[in-house]
């Protein structure tokens, strides 16, 4: 997490650097905007981030293991598919946490649809996602991409 | 002032809600504050490098060139751009609504913002480098490869569904 952040942080050194050296002015225009624009989000995300701070407390990691380990089949896999749309876990919990589900004899079919529909499907996000994209279109984004991940997950325990 | 202060009412709140269990004691609460705590300071470890990179872009990038290279007539050529752009990011989806805006405003076509948003989701490459170090190389890069076409096939759909009256709102505070 903090490699990524620090490799990340350099690049994004280096690309400021660059474009001050070709156009310090516009450089400064491009950082008023930016600032501008996380400065809008920055409540919603706050609103989310504290959203997700309650919802977890409902949903603590030994209830995950408990219900997505070993032997719990297509009940598992569909449990996993509702708790993976409904939260969003930072990937430096959720990998480790998925780690641990492999380990507890979780299958990689569930482990595999409780990661992609963290990932792409975010019921918690959808207020926000809905102020940028539109009622219709963040709907339909979430159910293709829930569809999506149902066929991953199948697909991985196949391969696997 | 009045209006930063109901944006951020539900903030203060879970301030005051953190701070009071912290001194009475209250468990539950001082679990969500810790929980609250690793999101934020995920979010606040990214966050604002992502801004400064979009702000760049947004003045570097005219929207003649975006256009032509991820617009309406940019084909296979323009998946592949904003796959690539999507893989070099980092943070969770949420953080990708903004970027999506961009693109929208610089003129990027509905199918390609719909299959960044797909391989922003999930194969952004530091995310990668985390899940091989978790999940191994094979469950990585299988799921990438089943993931990828299903992306593009989900962009081709949404521009059928909501190509024509489809727009990306700029969120103001």
Redesign the interface.
């Known amino acids: 997490?903090l490699n990524?952040?620090l490799?990340?942080?350099l690049l994004?050194g280096i690309?400021?650097i660059v474009?001050f050296i070709l156009d310090n002015k516009?450089?400064i225009?491009?950082?008023?905007?930016?600032?501008k624009?996380?400065?809008?989000?920055?409540?919603?995300?706050?609103?989310?981030?504290?959203l997700?701070?309650?919802v977890?407390?409902f949903i603590p990691d030994t209830l995950i293991v408990k219900y997505l380990g070993a032997n719990s089949g297509w009940l598992g896999f569909t449990i996993a598919a509702i708790i993976g749309s409904i939260t969003?876990i930072?990937?430096?919990?959720s990998?480790?946490l998925?780690?641990t589900l492999?380990k507890q004899g979780a299958t990689?079919a569930v482990?595999?649809v409780f990661?992609?529909t963290l990932?792409?499907v975010?019921i918690v996000?959808l207020p926000?996602?809905i102020?940028?994209?539109?009622k219709?279109?963040a709907i339909?984004?979430n159910v293709?991409?829930f569809v999506?991940a149902i066929?991953?997950g199948i697909?991985?325990g196949r391969?696997? | 002032m009045n209006k930063h202060l109901k944006n951020y009412a539900w903030v203060i709140l879970f301030i005051i809600f953190s701070i009071g269990s912290y001194f009475i004691g209250f468990k539950p609460g001082v679990v969500i504050y810790s929980n609250f705590n690793q999101f934020f300071i995920e979010m606040i470890s990214f966050i604002p490098l992502l801004f400064v990179l979009i702000g760049l872009f947004d003045v570097w990038f005219p929207k003649e060139m975006i256009e032509k290279h991820i617009g309406k007539e940019s084909g296979v050529k323009g998946i592949f751009l904003v796959i690539l752009l999507a893989m070099l990011q980092a943070g969770p989806l949420y953080g990708a609504f903004p970027v999506a805006y961009i693109l929208y405003k610089k003129g990027a076509s509905v199918k390609n913002i719909f299959i960044y948003l797909g391989a922003f989701s999930s194969m952004k490459i530091p995310m990668l480098g985390i899940e091989m170090g978790y999940l191994g190389i094979k469950f990585t890069i299988l799921r990438t490869l089943i993931s990828l076409p299903l992306f593009i096939l989900i962009g081709y759909i949404m521009e059928k569904v909501v190509g024509k009256d489809f727009e990306v709102k700029e969120v103001k505070a």
């Open positions: 997490m990524n952040t490799i990340f942080g994004t690309v400021l474009s516009k450089t225009l491009g950082l008023k905007k930016g600032w624009m996380l400065f809008s989000i920055l409540h919603p995300f706050l609103n989310i981030l504290i997700i701070s309650f977890l407390f969003l930072p990937g430096f919990i990998y480790p998925a780690a492999l990689y482990v595999a990661m992609t990932m792409m975010g996000t926000l996602e102020k940028y994209l539109g219709k279109a339909f984004r293709l991409n999506a066929i991953i697909l991985m391969f696997m």
